[in-house]
């Protein structure tokens, strides 16, 4: 099985994903909330894949801050992440920050977002 963490989202977004990464792949969905949860959470579990809101639901801060920091971390820098936003400028920046190519809350249905999210989770 399969763990994924989702940082940030707001209960109907996390619900959606949550039902598009357990319903389509054999993974476990984990959340959590601000900066400082989820890198407890990523020293303290093991996870495949982080999605990240591009704006934290409970304080609105940046999303990329977060990937940022995993991605500076020795230990935690291996996990890889992706943003979750609508903005093609914003997933730039991610990946530039080393994460993959993520995708936004109104592309869950597409077959590439669940191409993408194979090639992580398996099918």
Do not use: W
Not at 74 to 79: E, G, R, T
Not at 96 to 118: C, M, N, S, V
């Amino acid at each position: 099985m399969k763990h994924v963490l989702d940082v940030g989202q707001c209960p109907p977004d996390h619900a959606a994903i949550r039902a598009l990464i357990e319903g389509h792949y054999q993974a476990q969905v984990t959340q959590t909330h601000l900066p400082g949860d989820t890198l407890a959470a990523l020293r303290g579990g093991s996870f495949d894949l982080v999605l990240v809101n591009r704006k934290l639901d409970a304080d609105y801060s940046d999303g990329l801050d977060v990937i940022r920091q995993i991605k500076a971390d020795k230990q935690l820098k291996h996990v890889r992440c992706m943003l979750i936003t609508n903005y093609p400028e914003h997933q730039q920046l991610a990946i530039a920050a080393g994460a993959e190519l993520g995708f936004g809350k109104l592309e869950f249905d597409l077959p590439q977002t669940r191409e993408r999210l194979a090639a992580i989770l398996g099918d």
